[in-house]
């Protein structure tokens, strides 16, 4: 239990394009799902926190304009690199969040690709 | 802000031999959580720890969380190659709260 998917697993586009990754809770349904960046070598870095309905919740210095992000469910999380820049290049990791057990679960993560 | 500082950043070990790492709050921690990231994976969850002074094992991964519940640590037993990969610990600052703090992560590789 607690799969969390996300898609695609990596992504190559180039620069000035959008690009979609979608993250889903495929055997629970998560109340809150967490967006996090991971540069080669570092932690992870929380990126913005998204409720169910509701506007996500972002961590200082994350632009929202750039980031875009979409719960249109309990299963569905979407975030959207709007613009997207070299610099943007990284692992980026959804978390499923769950009242039940109290546990983040998390993606496998895409790894995007800016040329 | 609250900060999670782990240490050491890196270490190389020989197969055989033990390993820690050590993970320090700035501030108390509700519970705190230790995943483990291969490279090219994604964190895996390891073990939650919540009451202060809590001691768990998972065959050669022992974990302890402090009297105060501001630092934990990791301890692997007998490191085999399977052990490679890096190790984060995660902060809760108060019951209740989704948001983890990370460390920045222990990064262990083992010569064979």
């Known amino acids: 239990g607690a799969v969390v998917s996300q898609h695609p697993s990596w992504v190559i586009c180039k620069s000035g394009t959008s690009v979609k990754i979608e993250c889903r809770s495929l055997?629970?349904?998560?109340?809150?799902m967490f967006w996090y960046r991971q540069f080669p070598k570092q932690s992870l870095m929380l990126m913005a926190t998204s409720n169910e309905g509701s506007k996500a919740t972002y961590e200082q210095g994350v632009e929202k304009d750039k980031f875009l992000i979409n719960h249109a469910s309990l299963t569905l999380s979407t975030l959207t690199v709007t613009s997207a820049h070299p610099e943007d290049s990284s692992f980026y990791i959804c978390s499923a969040f769950t009242a039940i057990s109290y546990e983040q679960y998390f993606g496998p993560g895409t790894r995007l690709t800016v040329t | 802000g609250q900060q999670v500082m782990q240490i050491p950043q890196y270490q190389h070990v020989q197969e055989g031999e033990d390993f820690t790492t050590y993970c320090n709050s700035s501030t108390t921690l509700s519970n705190i959580q230790w995943y483990k990231q291969r490279p090219g994976g994604h964190p895996v969850f390891l073990i939650q720890l919540v009451k202060s002074g809590e001691v768990k094992k998972q065959k050669r991964l022992t974990f302890q969380f402090g009297e105060a519940k501001k630092n934990s640590s990791l301890h692997i037993t007998a490191t085999q190659t399977t052990d490679v990969g890096t190790y984060f610990c995660?902060?809760?600052?108060?019951?209740?709260?989704?948001?983890?703090?990370f460390g920045q992560g222990t990064r262990l590789t083992i010569n064979p």
């Open positions: 995660a902060g809760r600052k108060f019951q209740g709260a989704q948001k983890l703090v």
């Open positions: 055997d629970f349904q998560a109340t809150t």
